[in-house]
């Protein structure tokens, strides 16, 4: 009789755990329902920053009674406004530099050292406030989360902040990141045992159908293993068989965050090792589009497996990020011309994260992907919202540049970005020749031609 009340307390001690892992988690993810609880989580967060803000504020006014200034928090509008004077103050001047310039000839027979003002000013602009490079560093904040990895730091502004900031490491450390891995874990083996499965399936409507719910039941699961909350806009402009969705990028977890909604067939270089595993496995139950090494330099052969895919109105639309690189989710930088040459229909989405509960942007410069992967896991969450744009085609003699500029304004006006011109891949390259001549232009046009 002992031994029955042991066996059964051993069994309720392990299996209750694991009965309410898959009430509350497993199972409303594999059916795409959401009990609540996260967003509650988010609104005691929420509670617990603004906490947090108060005695801040309150610190930084002793600080300012005892005449020792405190560190002021960011204010996100203040800076807005800053920067529209600031242009606004350039414009202005430069409007009045037009009046006040010499014309070419005068420039021919004497020089004065005015005339090289503007390029100093233009270079001392870009030192200080350069709207590039910015974009590849983490944006400032509005108010402290409690992350000592943001670049604010008032977890020693008072004891019981310290205790808030213990009790919040612990938690994310002891609690979220050991039930996030096995989450993550729980889903790649599902994934990887449900697509061998499916590999012995013939091709017909119904393994597709089982694919496409295998698909989001998968990434659903993965998407809890980092609190994920998304909110999906618009959903009727999801895009369609035969058609080519692009995105803004700010993380890898982008894939992740738009597969939760819609299944789509994705774009890449051949890898090895578990990543080879992982493409290895998705091939095996839709038609992805996977490159080797030598065939990515041949732009040609790209384009002619892009087409081909996009012909057929069966196969899983094309998800590609146009910028080619991660860009921190305030600006959207040049998307590259080469999937708006391919045809078809375009279907833009816009993704903006809420940067308070976790900044997604991934600074690959600073972090390798096992670092990032764990940052997130170890954040208090992943928030989001996703906007699906209506389709968008190119029109009758538009040139495939023009229409990328196109589709990134939609993206922008409607995530709240800010539109730029600049390639992403000026963080790992230098300044093209034509960006240079560009500003010459730019410059010649303040002179006067006699």
């Not at 000592?148 to 808030?164: D, G, P, Q």
């Not at 998307?335 to 708006?340: I, P, Q």
């Not at 990328?404 to 992403?424: F, P, S, T, Y």
């Amino acid at each position: 009789m002992a031994d029955a009340v042991l066996v059964l307390t051993v069994i309720g001690v392990f299996f209750l755990p694991v009965l309410g892992f898959a009430l509350l988690i497993l199972i409303p993810a594999a059916v795409g329902v959401s009990l609540g609880i996260r967003k509650l989580y988010l609104k005691v967060l929420i509670r617990v920053f603004e906490f947090a803000t108060n005695r801040i504020q309150q610190h930084d006014s002793r600080q300012d009674l005892n005449g020792n200034r405190g560190e002021q928090l960011p204010d996100n509008n203040a800076a807005a406004q800053k920067d529209k004077n600031s242009v606004a103050m350039i414009q202005e001047e430069e409007r009045t530099t037009l009046k006040k310039v010499r014309s070419f000839g005068t420039l021919r027979r004497e020089f004065e050292l005015s005339d090289c003002y503007h390029f100093c000013r233009q270079g001392i602009e870009a030192i200080a406030d350069d709207s590039v490079t910015k974009c590849f560093s983490a944006a400032e904040l509005p108010s402290w989360n409690l992350l000592t990895r943001t670049n604010t730091h008032y977890e020693f502004v008072s004891m019981r902040l310290t205790i808030l900031w213990v009790i919040g490491f612990l938690f994310r450390y002891c609690c979220l990141l050991p039930m996030r891995l096995l989450l993550a874990t729980v889903s790649v083996g599902i994934f990887m045992v449900a697509t061998a499965t499916l590999s012995i399936l013939p091709k017909t409507s119904y393994k597709r159908h089982v694919s496409k719910y295998v698909s989001l039941m998968c990434y659903r699961i993965l998407a809890r293993a980092f609190s994920a909350v998304v909110t999906y806009h618009n959903k009727e402009n999801r895009a369609k068989g035969g058609g080519i969705c692009v995105a803004n990028h700010t993380s890898p977890i982008d894939v992740i965050i738009l597969a939760c909604d819609a299944c789509y067939a994705m774009v890449g270089q051949v890898h090895a090792g578990f990543t080879g595993m992982i493409q290895r496995a998705m091939s095996r139950s839709e038609a992805h589009i996977w490159f080797q090494r030598s065939e990515v330099k041949d732009r040609q052969a790209v384009s002619n497996r892009l087409k081909e895919h996009v012909s057929d109105p069966d196969k899983l639309p094309i998800l590609i990020f146009p910028e080619g690189t991660c860009i921190n989710n305030t600006s959207v930088m040049m998307f590259k011309k080469g999937s708006f040459e391919v045809g078809g229909t375009i279907y833009p989405v816009a993704i903006k994260y809420d940067a308070r509960f976790g900044d997604a942007f991934w600074n690959s410069s600073k972090y390798n992907m096992i670092q990032y992967l764990l940052l997130m896991m170890t954040s208090w969450a992943i928030v989001c919202d996703v906007w699906y744009l209506p389709p968008m085609h190119r029109k009758e003699g538009e040139a495939a540049v023009e229409f990328a500029n196109r589709v990134k304004h939609e993206i922008a006006q409607k995530g709240g970005l800010v539109d730029l011109l600049w390639d992403g891949q000026l963080k790992r390259m230098t300044v093209k020749e034509d960006f240079k001549k560009e500003q010459q232009k730019e410059y010649s046009k303040l002179l006067k031609v006699e």
